[in-house]
Nanobody, 128 residues
Framework: QWQLLESGGGLVQAGGSLRISCSTS????????VGWFRQAPGKEREFVAG????????FYADFVKGRFTISRDNAKNTVYLQMNSLTPEDTAVYYC?????????????????????WGQGTQVTVSS
């Protein structure tokens, strides 16, 4: 069993910033591709940002480009999502996920079905 744990969510005013974290003690994030997803009430889980296994490639959903940044701190074995210029439309439960697959192409995964391990989620609420 590999457990992921999100933290850092909360209530933020529109235009503000927030950094959420994903940590684990079971394995090393540097060996896996990771991603952030979010799900709002009544909506499907959607891709937000992804980081390749090597950490050298990133991919973002159009609605967060220029505002959100995914990163990994290998020393702390933690994955982050820095969120700036937040809007009420960003309100959702945010989930981190890890993909155990290995490919020499060092891909970034953007579909929920491509990830095997998930955290329980952290709530991010943006007020207007």
């Amino acid at each position: 069993q590999w457990q992921l744990l999100e933290s850092g969510g909360g209530l933020v005013q529109a235009g503000g910033s927030l950094r959420i974290s994903c940590s684990t003690s079971g394995r090393t994030f540097s060996s896996y591709a990771v991603g952030w997803f979010r799900q709002a009430p009544g909506k499907e889980r959607e891709f937000v940002a992804g980081l390749s296994r090597s950490g050298g490639r990133t991919f973002y959903a159009d609605f967060v480009k220029g505002r959100f940044t995914i990163s990994r701190d290998n020393a702390k074995n933690t994955v982050y999502l820095q969120m700036n210029s937040l809007t009420p439309e960003d309100t959702a439960v945010y989930y981190c996920a890890a993909d155990v697959s290995f490919f020499l192409s060092d891909p970034v995964y953007y579909s929920p079905t491509e990830y095997e391990y998930w955290g329980q989620g952290t709530q991010v609420t943006v007020s207007s």
